[in-house]
């Protein structure tokens, strides 16, 4: 339905199109059953809009942070792991979670991610005291601080 009265009859990203395109949006919970190979959706949390009341001052991605958080009780009883979309890899979706829930987060790093080694020699003492060091480069990791957690065929996990 998509008639000029729909409610929250918006503007959103169509991947497929790889646009914008007129119509409504939903964002999908589901419980994945590993031995199943399968997900058995949850509930669908339609996406405003326009977002508006308590969520004014939101983003997009805060406002799935906040759904979230508020369903992370009912969520707990499934499991304590979070599995989201390389799209909610940003540091307002992540944080939120980190800091209000004990869920733990599985994601794909998005493509522009920026991962830096944190300094650890030792601070000249002059000027503002460096936080981060070089970039980290996925394709050539620094084994000496990435430890290797899994290895098979498929994969290699640090």
Known sequence: KSGSKTP?????????????????????IAA???????AYHIEAVPTPAKLK??????????????????R???L??????????DYFSKSNFINP????????IVSRLRGEANLRYLYKKKQSGLGRPKKYANKVNVRQIDKRIFKM???DEDMIIY
Request: proline residues 0%.
């Open 76 to 85: 707990y009883n499934l499991s304590d792991v979070l599995v989201v979309d």
């Open 149 to 151: 957690e899994h290895s």
């Open 72 to 74: 992370a009780t009912s």
């Open 8 to 28: 929250e009859l918006g503007m959103f990203y169509s991947g497929c199109a790889s646009r914008l395109k007129k119509g409504l949006e939903i964002g999908g």
């Open 53 to 70: 009341g308590d969520y004014e001052d939101m983003t997009l991605v805060d406002y799935y942070a906040s759904v979230i958080i508020e």
């Open 32 to 38: 994945v059953d590993m031995n199943q190979h399968t």
């Open 97 to 104: 979670l980190c800091e209000q829930t004990e869920l733990t």
